[in-house]
């Protein structure tokens, strides 16, 4: 479907690291997600964030 891949088009896939800017936009989703009370408790996702070794 054209529009289908004209649309995907404009986004980027992959994985890498989270860096503190999406961490934090993360945070914000999780707690209206929280205060929205569509999940049980408040999370901390920095906590959840993998990081690589040093």
Do not use: H
Request: no cysteine.
């Amino acid at each position: 479907m054209p529009i289908v891949e004209a649309a995907m088009d404009g986004f980027g896939f992959g994985v890498e690291p989270m860096s503190p800017p999406i961490v934090a936009d993360q945070q914000k989703i999780a707690d209206t997600f929280a205060d929205l009370r569509l999940i049980p408790a408040k999370i901390d996702v920095a906590s959840a964030v993998w990081t690589p070794p040093a």
